[in-house]
C-alpha cells in the first residue's frame, strides 16, 4: 500500500506574483525552529503509532531549496521510508547547486521538481519570478551532475502578454534539456494576489480560455512527440518517471501532512494544520496538535471524488460502473473513449474535465468500485 508524507516548506525569497500558496518572505529568523518543529512533529507522530514506512515524501513550499541542505536532511531523516521510497525536493533555479544537490542525493533525495514556469524573460517577469532561463539549465545541469536521473521542469501557460510562440518556444527549451517528466499548469488568477489585484483593477487582462485551451493542445503534441505521454491531465513523463508521490494523491492512498498550511488524508478523515509558520511552531513545542480544521469523508463523498480523481489519469475509471447513458453521450461526443473495461478522457476531453465529471456525477450514484488502483 501506498503512505506519503508530505513537508510543507513556507520561505520564499520573493512571492510571485500569482501566488496565493501560504509562503512568506520575512520569516527567516524562523527557520530553526520551524525545522525543529518538523523533526518533532514526525518524531510524536511516530511515537503515536501514525507513520508507517513511506513510500513517498515530497517537500514542497514555498521554496524547499532555500533550506541550508543539512536543515532539510534533518527532516528527512526523521522519516520512516521504504527501501525504495520516492524522495522529492521543489527547487528554485536559483537556489541550487552541485553541492546543495549532491547532499539531497547522499541523504536519500531521488528526485526533484524544478520551478521553471517559462523560458521567455517578459512571460517571467509578467509572473513575478527572479530567475532567468539560463538559470534553468545550470540548475538542470547541476541535478545530473549531482546524479539525479529523476527530476520535473514545471511550467505555467497563459500568462497574459505570452503569445502562442511564446509558449512554444518554452515548451522547445525545456526539451531541450530531455526532462524525463513535465507538468503545465494553466495559469490561474487568484484574488489576493498581485496578478489578481491587477487583473481586478482592470491594470491587466486575465488569461483567456481558448488561448489556455490552444497552448494545452500545443504541449500535448510537442511533449507526445518527444516521447513524454500524459498520465494526468497536467502531468507528462517518460515510462517509469511518473510522479509516484502525485499517483498517491489520485488514488486517494494516506498520507501525513507535516508542516503549516499541509493537508493530510488517512482513511477517509482529511485534516489541514494552521496556515503561519509561527502558530505551526507554538502547537508542537507544546505538544498540541497543529490541525486547523478536519474532516470526514463518507462513502458516497470518497466515491464521487475518487471518480474526478481517477477521471484525470490515464488509468481512467471502470466503465460498467458509470451511468450507461451520460457515458454513452461523452464516447459519442469524443470526450471520453473505451480503453478496454475502462474509460478515459480523450485529449479533447482532458480540456473539458471539469464538465465530463460533473455530467457523470450529475447523471445518479457512483459506485465506489468504479475506483481503484491506478496504474499509470
Known amino acids: 500500500m501506498s503512505f506519503g508524507v508530505y513537508v510543507h516548506i513556507p520561505f520564499c525569497a520573493s512571492r510571485c506574483d500569482y501566488c496565493d500558496f501560504a ?18 512533529d514526525l518524531e510524536q507522530r511516530g511515537a503515536r503509532g501514525e507513520l508507517v514506512p513511506a513510500t513517498s515524501v515530497f517537500f514542497g513550499g514555498g521554496t524547499p531549496s532555500l533550506l541550508p541542505a543539512g536543515d532539510l536532511v534533518r527532516i528527512l531523516d526523521a522519516v520512516p521510508r521504504a527501501s525504495d ?24 533525495v531521488n528526485r526533484l521538481s524544478f520551478g521553471v514556469q517559462s523560458m521567455r524573460t517578459h512571460v517571467l517577469v509578467a509572473l513575478g519570478r527572479t530567475h532567468d532561463p ?8 547541476s541535478a545530473r551532475a549531482a546524479g539525479f536521473e529523476r527530476f520535473n521542469l514545471d511550467l505555467i501557460y497563459g500568462t497574459p502578454g505570452e503569445t502562442l510562440d511564446d509558449w512554444c518556444a518554452t515548451l522547445e527549451g525545456a526539451l531541450a534539456l530531455d526532462p524525463p517528466h513535465v507538468s503545465a499548469y494553466a495559469l490561474t488568477v487568484e484574488p489576493a494576489t498581485a496578478l489578481g489585484r491587477r487583473v481586478a483593477a482592470g491594470a491587466q ?5 481558448d488561448d489556455q485551451a490552444d497552448k494545452y493542445l500545443r504541449a500535448d503534441e510537442l511533449l507526445t512527440d518527444a516521447g513524454l505521454d500524459w498520465y494526468e491531465v497536467s502531468n ?33 478523515r482529511r485534516w ?20 486547523a480544521g478536519a474532516e470526514e469523508l463518507d462513502a458516497a463523498t470518497r466515491a464521487e471524488e475518487g471518480l474526478a480523481l481517477a477521471l484525470r489519469t490515464r488509468a481512467g475509471v471502470e466503465a460498467a460502473r458509470l451511468p450507461v447513458t451520460t457515458l454513452d ?7 471520453l473513449a473505451p480503453a478496454g473495461s475502462r474509460v478515459v478522457l480523450t ?21 465506489p468500485l468504479a475506483l481503484g488502483t491506478l496504474d499509470c
Not at 521510497?85 to 549532491?102: F, G, M, Q, R, Y
Open 23 to 40: 509562503t512568506w518572505t520575512d520569516r527567516d529568523h524562523l527557520v530553526d525552529a520551524y525545522v525543529a518543529a518538523c523533526v518533532a
Open 85 to 108: 521510497a520516492e524522495v522529492t525536493v521543489e527547487c528554485n533555479p536559483d537556489s541550487v547547486d552541485v553541492a546543495k544537490l549532491a547532499a539531497y542525493r547522499d541523504a536519500g
Open 134 to 141: 539560463d538559470n534553468v539549465q545550470r540548475a538542470v545541469e
Open 205 to 209: 487582462p486575465g488569461p483567456d480560455d
Open 236 to 268: 507528462w513523463a517518460r515510462p517509469g518517471h511518473e510522479c509516484r508521490h502525485n499517483l498517491l494523491y489520485w488514488d486517494q492512498s494516506d498520507y501525513v501532512a507535516i508542516g503549516c498550511a499541509a493537508h493530510g488524508h488517512v482513511e477517509g
Open 272 to 291: 489541514w494544520n494552521v496556515r503561519a509558520p509561527e502558530r505551526y511552531v507554538d502547537h508542537i513545542t507544546r505538544g498540541s496538535a497543529p490541525e
Open 329 to 335: 453521450d461523452l464516447v459519442a461526443a469524443g470526450l
Open 347 to 367: 485529449r479533447r476531453g482532458r480540456l473539458l474535465t471539469t464538465d465530463v465529471t460533473a455530467r457523470l456525477l450529475a447523471a445518479g450514484e457512483v459506485e
